[in-house]
């Protein structure tokens, strides 16, 4: 009995060790991280986003970022902080916070801000998910990532992370908050905006351009990838009226700073970088490697620096793309080599010869967190010195019906000549003027991708689709450069 109650205690103690005020709520809550945890393991979780998402090539981008971002945490409820503000070169429309104050915001959504007060709403709202402990509350309950992270280097297995801590901290770029703490991340971004003196509408007009997104997803141009780690806006607009109301009752003059805001992302890379390889419709190019691909009409074409992704519409089936490091042998051993130790058990394989390249392709079968048991056609295709992966995935009872789609795919991979090659460009970011008898329309023919709608450029400049643009007003068009 005396041990059974000596337990009790401990229990007790522990319980009450791990229940803390929350900074910015003044609510008690269980934590099983430290402040020291916190900081320590968004220090690790910070040199994989800039490993594998690298930042964005622009000092004064970064440092403008920097010091709206920082002007916010100083407001903040945690004001201690080792803060931190970056920019990361990546495409997708999205921002993200890790635990100990370091906050990321993806070049991809800056042209989707209308303002220095938009900009202000997003990170501010990232500010909240630290200064509430979000993050820290979703590792307390989900450590380890989901399908996303398994998706990575699955077939080149010396690529994934090796240490639990930075599985960990892998595990905390996927998370996906609840309605609950979204809501509590606006009303604080609300509070940070305004304390700071900017316009606290704009992260009700930050939050519109989301909701505008998510109805143009079927036809915008890499959106609305920000709904892959927060929910859909819906009605979040209306539920922070009245924190708006407040923070604007009595604060004085509160600015927008559209100009300056669109002075700082004229030029911005908008899209993929050539270097790294882009998207034009479903075809991806890369100007350095010198090699094309094309994916089947409508999948979603994501592209990182360690590999492309390719997902079908509403079916679990993808296909990826990725350097083989360091092959040794002939492409049929490095084949079954590497992929017998990712795990992969071989059906059936054979040559191919593909667009004059040399290489081997085979179905294998194995099994993926998320999906279950899973086969897949990969081809290993030698080109330029080096070996490439290019495989398709689905569920087994769904691989047969993917097969031909996989098959055009692996068919596709060309190389590109010099002149091919030197013809990329990227797509940038450029504020023009709206003349007389500009539509969204007539803009959006001005981009170099015919993926990039009537609607992109609208909601871009925080107009709805249906209206149409002024003449004289300042917008942000895609055009090459």
Known sequence: MRSRTALLVLTLLAWVAACA???????????????????????????????????????????????????????????????????????????????GGYIYITRGILPFLDSEAQLAGVLGHEVGHVTARHAAQQYTSQTGAGLGLALLSIFVPQTRPSEPLAEQAAGLLFLKYGRDDELQADQLGVRYASRGGWNPEGVQEMLTTLQRLDAASGSSKGVPNW????????????????????????????????????????GVIYGDEPSEGIVRGNTFLHRDLRLAITFPQGWEIQNSKQQVLAKAPEQERYMLLELVQQPRGSVQQIAQSSMANAGWRQLAGQPLSVNGLSGYVGT??????????????AAHIAYNNQVYVLAGLAPANDFRGAESAFEGTIRSFRPLT????????????????????????????RAPDPAIKPSTIAIMNDHDPSQAPRPGDRVKIIVEG
């Not at 003044?26 to 968004?42: F, H, P, R, T």
């Not at 800039?50 to 920097?66: F, V």
């Not at 993926?368 to 897949?376: A, K, N, P, R, S």
């Not at 013809?423 to 969204?440: A, F, K």
């Open 21 to 99: 005020t929350n900074p910015a709520t003044g609510e008690k809550q269980i934590s099983l991280m430290s402040e020291a945890q916190e900081i320590q393991l968004g220090q690790q979780a910070d040199q994989q986003v800039r490993q594998e998402m690298g930042l964005y090539n622009d000092p004064a981008l970064q440092e403008y970022i920097r010091t709206v971002g920082l002007k916010l945490a100083r407001v903040s409820e945690r004001p201690d902080l080792p803060w931190h503000f970056a920019v990361v070169d990546v495409p997708a429309v999205n921002a993200f916070a890790l635990p």
């Open 227 to 266: 709904l892959s780690t927060h929910p859909a806006a819906e009605d979040r607009v209306q539920k922070i009226d009245a924190a708006v109301r407040q923070a604007s009752a009595g604060a004085g003059t509160l600015v927008v700073n559209r100009p300056e805001y669109l002075q700082h992302i004229d």
């Open 364 to 377: 294998y079968q194995g099994s993926m967190q998320g999906l279950g048991v899973v086969e897949t056609l």
């Open 418 to 445: 010099a002149a091919e090659a030197e013809n990329i460009r990227p797509s940038r970011v450029d504020v023009y003027t709206v003349r007389e008898g500009d539509t969204w329309a007539s803009l959006a023919r």
